[in-house]
């Protein structure tokens, strides 16, 4: 569409006034022809990734709530899944557009595990026993939430296991111990590792469950070492030449039992293992994509074209930040690849910032995680991305705010307790500011904003811009991390788009709110201080 300058504008209406006295039509003096100096601008037809999905984790912790009365985990699920609104307008649940299940390895069968006694709820049981049978009866938690997930709409799933099975390990546990450095799974039971996670994903997909990947490996960068009796979950190192080797194996395992789902390779403990580093368990999209590496795994028929990514730790200052972000974009195009973040919670003390941590509110952790997600999706084109985890238990500090979607509390402290009791957070309605409104098959489209460059925007004000182009609904993301409110203007409103009546829903998380439904004028849009807001409208 032409694009007239602002300095054209003026002398276009006057002469419209002198030669078309008499048409009342359009009139001048209506706000919408005032155009802004400085204005932010949409450019809808500049696009990047097409979203895939918001999704969150159930990791250890689903199988517990799933077991509670119906009453009590079904309002949890409401929460996580629905897309229903109050009779205000104010959304009811997040929608989630992805759920996130773990393949349990078995701890929660052991008479010993190696747990310690506190960690029990990160016990998980296992479908399969050392003899050959399968129970499904087995995770009966995670089972509800699935179930539970997909009742309210949600059309895509993903699994991953931390180990495997722990009569298939190297030492009878589902973590490392000094004697293990590597993969903790005997070299002849990687068949058995293979045929088990193709026996799982197929008996989900029977039941008409659409998972689009698994992941038989997770931050196989980590020693996850523990002493026998101590340790808090389980997991296991593995070199990408043993990574490769397996993927093979479990890649011909699901042709043989025609598992639809993808295998997804590599999962990485943070962003930079992905594409720098020496050791022999990082740089692993060129190791597993470059066709002259000799752990290729490429051209397999059955691996996923997704390639996740933990953000964890990747965000001590912003350049470094924003570089990480850049560079995994730049290594996944030139293999064709996109990017899932797949894990993120506010571990380490970046998000402290400097800062006295007695002074902040919740709203102070969610800015936080949105700026984390703004910064994967419009720096690291992330697709996909999803929370770790959507339920947590720790009361210790300020982890409520931190690692939970939804905080609960059993009310005993082992694994026969029968209720409990939970509470949202208000991470968990930020991420409904992304989740809820941008939808999977949105594109995102660019936006320019002159107050700010990449890094100041990051620190101060963010916005990022998405379209849904079978029906021209546009949202639009903003996180204001300062303290004053700011007016929003639009530079090509009428001379590139227009929105149906000049008005926009906007769904606010504030420290008071947690995504309020309100209306705004186009010419009328003010983000307050210290919140996350997206607006809605219909392109005219």
Not at 231 to 258: L, M, P, W
Not at 449 to 455: A, E, F, V
């Amino acid at each position: 569409m032409f694009k007239f300058s602002k300095y054209f504008l003026p002398f276009l209406f006057v002469t419209l006034l002198v030669g078309c006295s008499s048409d009342s039509a359009t009139d001048p003096d209506d706000p919408k022809f005032n155009v802004p100096e400085e204005g932010i601008t949409l450019n809808l037809n500049t696009t990047f990734q097409v979203i895939d999905h918001f999704g969150a984790s159930g990791g250890f912790q689903d199988q517990w709530v799933g077991k509670w009365p119906e009453a009590t985990k079904n309002q949890v699920a409401e929460l996580f899944f629905s897309t229903e609104t109050d009779p205000q307008g104010n959304p009811e649940g997040i929608g989630l557009s992805l759920w996130r299940t773990i393949i349990g390895d078995g701890a929660a069968d052991q008479v010993n595990s190696g747990f310690s006694a506190s960690n029990w709820f990160r016990e998980t049981e296992c479908y399969l026993d050392a003899s050959g049978n399968y129970d499904w009866t087995k995770q009966a938690g995670e089972q509800w939430f699935l179930s539970k997930a997909k009742e309210y709409g949600v059309n895509k799933f993903t699994a991953w296991a931390t180990a495997p099975p722990y009569f298939m390990s190297k030492n009878g546990y589902v973590f490392s111990t000094p004697d293990v450095p590597t993969f903790n799974c005997e070299p002849d039971k990687y068949d058995d590792y293979a045929n088990f996670l193709a026996d799982v994903v197929k008996r989900y997909e029977g039941q008409g469950y659409n998972f689009v990947t698994v992941c038989p490996f997770n931050e196989t960068q980590y020693e996850w070492n523990a002493e026998v009796g101590s340790a808090q979950q389980s997991g296991t190192r593995a070199t990408n030449a043993e990574v490769a080797t397996v993927t093979r194996i479990i890649d011909d395992v699901f042709t043989q039992k025609g598992v639809n789902a993808k295998i997804m390779i590599p999962e990485a403990a943070q962003l930079k293992y992905l594409f720098e580093g020496s050791s022999n368990t990082v740089n692993q999209v060129n190791t597993f994509f470059n066709s002259s590496s000799p752990n290729y795994i490429g051209d397999l028929p059955n691996l996923s074209k997704y390639i996740a990514g933990h953000s964890y730790f990747s965000n001590g200052s912003t350049n470094e930040s924003l570089r990480q972000r850049k560079s995994l974009n730049t290594t996944l195009k030139s293999f064709g690849l996109e990017y899932w973040q797949t894990e993120y919670s506010l571990l380490g003390t970046a998000y402290q910032q400097g800062k006295n941590i007695s002074t902040f509110t919740e709203i102070d952790y969610a800015l936080w995680m949105s700026r984390i997600i703004h910064t994967d999706l419009v720096f690291g084109n992330a697709t996909g991305w999803s929370f770790w985890t959507a339920l947590n238990r720790s009361t210790f500090g300020d982890h409520p705010f931190r690692f939970n979607l939804v905080l609960y509390q059993p009310n005993a402290n082992n694994p026969s307790h029968t209720d409990g009791t939970f509470e949202d957070n208000k991470l968990l309605w930020a991420l409904g500011n992304f989740s809820r409104f941008v939808r999977p098959g949105m594109v995102r489209f660019d936006i320019n904003d002159p107050d700010y460059n990449d890094n100041t925007s990051v620190e101060n004000f963010m916005i990022s811009g998405y379209r849904n182009t079978s029906n021209n609904e546009i949202v639009i993301v903003c996180i204001n991390n300062t303290d004053n409110s700011r007016a929003i203007s639009f530079d090509n409103y009428v001379t590139d788009f227009e929105v149906e009546n000049d008005r926009f829903e906007s769904y606010t998380t504030s420290s008071g709110s947690n995504l309020r439904k309100s209306t705004m004028q186009f010419d009328a849009i003010s983000i307050p201080s210290k919140s996350i807001v997206t607006l809605k409208a219909i392109i005219k």
